[in-house]
């Protein structure tokens, strides 16, 4: 099952220079270092890694999740996001991103299971009890920072780093640790009403006009790894894995397939029923997280249609005229 939304989306035309730049999964355009806009494409990259097929609905899917998720946390911190005119597009407030990403986990798995299980007893700085299993949650929730690459890997980073480096001073990391920690109980507490748990997420943040925002997708697969809340309890005392929501079931096929983002490895071949398997498990999350039913979108003629919404955007923010 392939996806019709391409690979790289074509150029939007403006009557003003946009600087236009690619990521690993999504289009961006800046405008004067002022205003923002994201397309979220059908790729996925796991480990840094762009992989060769696309997954159907996930662009649509990320960004719905994450302007679910923007708008019901607005109350805790301000965020870059105005609008949303498309259902892959989303356009904001250009912010200068703090140079350090801030990861919360509330329990034991991925990256920190990894860690953890090859001896490690300290992330970025913080002890890790003894005695945890993988999925185990901490007594508290923990925060674990890392440094922000456009190529290659992430590097983890401990509080006494980030000021040795000079990256933020004491008072700004202690307010971003402060919304974290805030953005994650709210997140935790919505995954609950749904039967779900949120384990784990990152946040990036940016400052506009001195003010500091939350910034790009929030609370998504992507971002974050859920599990099932019903028996969760119980797996864990069997010692079976846990039932999850999030692109960490991609990462775990790749290292069964012998691919982990090192260099020489081969991507293994994604199948297309992998890349339905994929899609599907993007769209139960969004349905399991809004009880909303997905629709997907018609992307028959996905360039008309984004240069449309972006037209309109720009002329509701009185950029372009009506």
């Known amino acids: 099952m ?16 946009f600087t236009r730049q690619t990521g690993k999964v999504r289009e961006i355009y800046i405008l004067k270092d002022t205003l923002i806009i994201l397309i979220s494409t059908d790729r ?12 159907p609905h996930k662009g649509q899917v990320l960004t719905q999740l994450a302007t679910y998720f923007l708008e019901a ?3 805790i911190v301000p965020n870059y ?18 140079p350090v990403e801030v990861v919360v986990r509330g329990h034991l798995c991925g990256h920190a299971w990894r860690v953890y299980q090859a001896g490690g007893r300290t992330l970025c700085g913080v002890p890790l009890p003894e005695g945890m299993k993988e999925n185990d949650p901490f007594p508290e929730p923990i925060l674990t920072p890392s440094t922000k690459s456009t190529i290659g ?17 004491p008072e700004s990391w202690e307010q971003i640790k402060y919304y974290a920690f805030q953005l994650f109980a709210r997140g935790q507490e919505m995954a609950k009403q749904r039967g779900l748990i949120l384990a784990d997420t990152k946040y990036e943040f940016g400052y506009f006009e001195g003010d500091l925002h939350l910034i790009d997708e929030i609370h998504t697969p992507d971002s974050s790894r859920y599990f099932y809340a019903k028996d969760f309890d119980l797996r864990q005392a069997q010692g079976q894995p846990q ?3 999030s692109k960490e079931f991609v990462r775990e096929w790749l290292i069964s397939e012998g691919f982990s983002g090192q260099a020489g490895q081969l991507i293994p071949e994604m199948t297309d029923a992998k890349v339905q398997e994929i899609s599907q498990r993007y769209i139960t999350l969004y349905e399991q997280v809004t009880g909303k039913t997905f629709v997907p979108v018609d992307s028959s003629d996905f360039d008309s249609r984004l240069q449309l919404a972006a037209n309109t955007a720009l002329s509701q923010l009185g950029i372009l005229p009506i």
């Open 2 to 17: 392939e996806s019709n939304i391409p690979s790289l989306v074509t150029h939007l035309q403006f009557p003003f220079p």
């Open 44 to 55: 996925i990259s796991a480990f840094d890694v762009i992989l060769p097929r696309m997954i």
């Open 73 to 75: 946390t607005r109350d």
């Open 81 to 98: 996001l105005l609008l949303t005119p498309d259902p892959q597009m989303s356009v904001g407030l250009y912010c200068q991103a703090v």
């Open 153 to 169: 890997h992430d590097e983890d980073i401990s509080e006494a780093e980030i000021y040795k480096s000079g990256l933020l001073d």
């Open 243 to 245: 039932l999850q929501l």
